[in-house]
Antibody, heavy 118, light 108 residues
Framework: QVQLVESGGGLVKPGGSLRLSCAAS????????MSWIRQAPGTGLEGISY???????YYADSVKGRFTISRDNAKNSLYLEMNSLRAEDTAVYYC????????????WGQGTLVTVSS | DIQMTQSPSSLSASVGDRVTLTCRAS??????LNWYQQRPGKAPNLLMY???SLQSGVPLRFSGSGSGTDFTLTISSLQPEDFATYYC??????????FGQGTKLEIK
């Protein structure tokens, strides 16, 4: 079955960096449209970065210039490099993917918590 | 940016009730509208895509409708496992796609 497993979250100081990983299995990863979606404590969902199967990348204004999405199809993995972290980046980060049909995210990981605090 | 507004923000209902949740877009998005359910402490789960298409494995008591700017998600007969927060998401504009703020469905 489809499985997405995030890792790399943790506590980091403001201005610091962190790299999130998402290991995928159970489907043809290279065909999937992948994303990182976050949820700050007690709030709703925010799509922050997307990457289609062709390699085109998109970012929300809130993270543009600080975060970088990438994928390694040979390793069935998705990454999010996060730099210049701020307190407002504190959230659960979900890896999610779909076949691109109407942009729907049909598969989600369990999430990894990133806490930015001094 | 396309803004998505859900109403109500919260709703109390009983098992067996029929409930309708609403999502409104700030501009026309055709039928590029998806619905997700999120139970406490869990990742979201795709319920509906393209406004009215039921995702595989989702119970038939869920249905969606709408086009343009106004959309609804209806649960025909609430079950205990349906008490959760529901989010709409537009995928009409270029990514990153925006979500509504959510509707929390609570047990009365």
């Amino acid at each position: 079955q489809v499985q997405l497993v995030e890792s790399g979250g943790g506590l980091v100081k403001p201005g610091g960096s962190l790299r999130l990983s998402c290991a995928a299995s159970g489907f043809t990863f290279s065909d999937y449209y992948m994303s990182w979606i976050r949820q700050a404590p007690g709030t709703g969902l925010e799509g922050i970065s997307y990457m289609n199967s062709g390699g085109t990348k998109y970012y929300a204004d809130s993270v543009k210039g600080r975060f970088t999405i990438s994928r390694d199809n040979a390793k069935n993995s998705l990454y999010l490099e996060m730099n210049s972290l701020r307190a407002e980046d504190t959230a659960v980060y979900y890896c999610a993917g779909g076949d691109g049909h109407y942009g729907a995210m049909s598969d989600w990981g369990q999430g990894t918590l990133v806490t930015v605090s001094s | 940016d396309i803004q998505m507004t859900q109403s109500p923000s919260s709703l109390s209902a009983s098992v067996g009730d029929r409930v309708t949740l609403t999502c409104r877009a700030s501009q026309s998005i055709s039928n590029y509208l998806n619905w997700y359910q999120q139970r406490p402490g869990k990742a979201p789960n795709l319920l509906m895509y393209a406004a009215s298409s039921l995702q595989s494995g989702v119970p038939l008591r869920f249905s969606g409708s709408g086009s343009g700017t106004d959309f609804t998600l209806t649960i025909s007969s609430l079950q205990p496992e349906d008490f959760a927060t529901y989010y709409c998401q537009q995928t009409y504009s270029a990514p990153p796609y925006t979500f509504g703020q959510g509707t929390k469905l609570e047990i009365k």
